[in-house]
């Protein structure tokens, strides 16, 4: 039996990283040791497993996946009640925005956010194509970093096209298994090429009929950096729907409305026309962004994440 972790998943093959550097592809047969679990894919990027070695084939036959340190979800579609392990045992998820070119929705933000605290994973922002923003762009940018950072956010602006602020990122990623997710077209698979340029990996130019990214990374997939770290390069996503929250948990994934909802008059307050209600008041104070509040109050009503 040997041990592996699981570079890429597409579904029915997994490709592994074994004993020092070597790779190996493998799929599953027969009863896999998995604790049970509502999701589209039994064993996911990043997952610890043990495999059995089938020396005709050089292939694998996955037998265990190990316990999970932690993992992030998303649901898998608008309609399905499973979801999809975006990555296992991930030390920090960064999510990749642009203000234009894509525009990334803050509720978009917000709900890859919550997710991230909701898993404890800790998150940080890249605000990407900083080359091509105006006095407009520059002024929401500034706005979006001051309100992420106020409740513990920290945003690093890039230029890909200038090559600004790659050392910040590498000195931030180095020795640690790191996520990025975003919205298609925001420039994910081009900062991977940036870091390792032998990786060659496929992009393409945003849409000009609807402004937003064509999909080319099809499946999540972990890459070695040349800098002792594991870039984890997920699917453009067009929504991001949450899931595993209880409607009276999901303020306490807002960092300042679960901080702020202990002033409330009552304990079970869900901060939408309660009495004497402490988040509302802040929101009308503006010690809490409306924008936030806003994400909050779609979430609540059920709104689904999906983003034309």
Sequence with gaps: ????????????????????????????????????????????????????????????????????????????????????????????????????????????????????????????????????????????????????????????????KEMTNLDVLRSLMKGKTSLISGNSGVGKTTLLNAFNPLLNLKTAEISDYHKQGKHITTFPEMHQMPFDAFVIDTPGIRGFGVVDMERNEIYHFFREIFGKSKECRFNNCLHLDEPECAVRSAVEKGEISFLRYRSYLNIMDGDNGKYR
């Design 1 to 160: 039996m040997e041990k592996g972790v699981v570079l890429k998943s597409t579904g029915s093959r997994y490709r592994v990283l074994y004993g020092g550097g070597k790779i190996i592809d493998c799929s599953i047969k027969g009863k896999l040791r998995i604790k049970e679990f509502r999701t589209t894919n039994p064993v996911a990027v990043g997952d610890n497993i043990l495999f059995e070695m089938e020396k005709k084939t050089y292939s694998g036959i996955i037998t265990e996946v190990l316990d999970r340190r932690n993992y992030i979800l998303r649901k898998a579609s608008n309609l399905s009640k499973h979801s999809q392990i975006l990555a296992a045992n991930i030390d920090q998820v960064f999510l990749m925005i642009t203000i234009v070119l894509p525009e990334t929705p803050v509720e978009f933000i917000d709900r890859f956010l919550i997710t991230a605290e909701a898993y404890r994973v800790p998150a940080k922002i890249i605000i990407n194509k900083t080359d091509l923003y105006g006095e407009k762009e520059l002024s929401k940018m500034e706005y979006l970093e001051k309100m992420y950072n106020k409740i513990g956010y920290e945003s690093i602006r890039l230029s890909l």
